[in-house]
């Protein structure tokens, strides 16, 4: 029999038990380059989910898919200049090809507000033109020295969303817009509350005027950044001279928007809803959700098939992911663990006295509890199961996240918070550069940022005491 796999526990260190939940459910494997993964198929099926979901709802806001080179010359960065100081440090560089050295260099792209700021100026010349809404799904490239598997390596998945609008008013309408998409996705799909909000000026995309942010709160307290969006204004298209003549003929610059989120959202899955039994998926995100197993003694394996194979086909017809483990030469007990490992949200199990009683047993991952289900309405009770999952996932993850929120007046106070409870904590700000860099020396938090609908406006600054301009989500982050 296959041996049992172990988990560290989450209390006890919870970096070792995030890599013992990824391996054991077989999401990834290191790469020959340091910072870069392979995503193994558990672990691509999950991003495919994540891609359905979201590219679902970038086409039903209006937008196509359209892809741009990984290669980008370097001059197109130093077109916008705080584009370039933001992304400089950490790319890598194609040089030489076919044996000879290249007369530009070439960047692995970052992101791609460039190259797409280039083939905008030559799509746009009228209003007519406009709006510009494209999303691309790619590999982009940002040279990490601290990495952490799909939280932070050199080479990531993502989607970057591009558009070009004639004025201000619509382009800050779509960074809205698609920050609400990405909201509705990650707490419906991925059943985790966010806080939406504006970033800091520090904390914003390199060449953006303005960049919001979904914040999560992760199982140890810590942030992570599900997804951005960003309002440009016209400074790509200046760096890039995309201009339209309007309806009064006159020529304008275009503002643009970009919006991205990646495969991080497996990384916040798995560290926002896993326990100590290994990965727990919400059921709409789950590419498996109920694993079928028959039990009981070999020499009535016959009798158990024979009603296995149609329930099987019966739930597969009903439209639920199902997946059959009848292999026999592991144990149901290697199953059951080995399930549960991998996130699956229910096992259906099926032996000879549960036929003769017209009843299986279903096992909730959520929760552990045990279910005998009558075989007849079996795809109601599923499905509702299913259902409750979900929403018991989010209730309990917006739980979480209530009695670890908290407030703090002073950066002593804040300190005292982050060192013994974890979290994130709700302070005022002045508006200070400086007055965040001291919190982030002191405790290593940042300002997550200016949530939308703060439950409490925080007068004074944390840091300093002068009055403050906003309430901001301070925490540590991934
Ligand atoms: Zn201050």
């Known amino acids: 029999m296959a041996e049992e796999k172990r988990i560290t526990p989450m209390a006890q260190d919870f970096s070792a038990w995030y890599i013992d939940v990824i391996k054991n ?9 340091r910072g ?36 980008i010359p370097e001059s197109f960065f130093n077109k916008e200049k705080e584009h370039v100081e933001g992304f400089a440090p950490e790319l890598p560089w194609v040089t030489e090809a076919a044996g000879e050295k290249l007369e530009e260099r070439l960047a692995l792209r970052p992101t791609s507000e460039t190259i797409v700021g280039w083939a905008f100026q030559k799509w746009i010349q009228s209003w007519r033109d406009l709006p510009v809404l494209v999303n691309q799904w790619a590999n982009v490239f940002r040279w990490e020295k601290r990495t952490l598997p799909f939280l932070r390596t050199s080479e990531f998945l993502w989607q970057e969303g591009h558009t070009a609008h004639a004025d201000e008013k619509e382009a800050r309408e779509e960074t809205i817009r698609m920050l609400n998409v990405y909201v509705d996705f990650v707490q419906n799909e991925m059943a985790l509350p966010v806080w939406e909000g504006q970033k800091t000026p520090s904390e914003k995309f390199a060449g953006a005027i303005d960049t919001y942010s979904i914040e999560a709160m992760m199982k140890d307290g810590k942030a992570v950044q599900a997804g951005t969006s960003h309002y440009m204004g016209t400074k790509f298209a200046q760096a890039f001279n995309i201009q339209y003549l309007d309806k009064d003929q006159t020529l304008k610059f275009v503002h643009t928007t970009s919006w991205g989120a990646s495969t991080r ?17 919400p059921p709409k995100i789950a590419p498996v959700q109920l694993v079928m197993i028959p039990v009981g003694p070999a020499k009535l394996r016959e009798k158990v098939l024979a ?27 290697w199953k059951y663990n080995e399930y549960e490992l991998r996130g699956v949200p229910l096992r259906l199990e099926i032996g000879p006295r549960d ?3 017209n009843v299986v047993i279903i096992v909730r991952r959520d929760t552990g509890e045990k279910i005998t289900a009558s075989q007849d309405g079996l795809i109601d009770i599923i499905n509702n199961l299913l259902t409750d999952i979900q929403q018991n996932m989010y209730n309990q993850a917006l739980q979480f996240r209530q009695d670890h929120s908290f407030e703090a007046t002073t950066l002593a106070e804040l300190t005292d918070i982050l060192d013994k409870q974890f979290g994130f904590v709700l302070g005022g700000w002045c508006g200070s550069g400086a007055c965040e860099e001291e919190v982030k020396k002191a405790t290593k938090a940042t300002a997550r940022n200016k949530p939308f609908g703060a439950p409490k406006q925080m007068p004074t600054c ?17």
């Open 25 to 33: 459910a077989d999401l990834m494997d290191y790469a020959p380059v």
């Open 36 to 71: 870069c993964m392979i995503f193994k198929p558990a672990g691509y099926a999950i991003w495919e989910a994540i891609q359905r979901g979201l590219d679902s709802r970038f086409k039903a806001t209006g937008h196509e898919n359209a892809y741009f080179p990984m290669l």
């Open 265 to 281: 959202l497996i990384g916040c899955l798995v560290m926002a809803h896993g326990d100590d039994k290994g990965l727990r998926l």
């Open 307 to 333: 009603r296995f194979d149609p329930l099987f086909q019966q739930i597969k017809a009903a439209g639920i992911r199902v997946k059959a483990d009848a292999r026999e030469e592991y144990s149901p007990g």
């Open 355 to 357: 036929i003769d009683n």
């Open 462 to 478: 944390i840091t300093c005491g002068q009055p403050s301009v906003a309430t901001v989500w301070y925490a540590r982050g991934y």
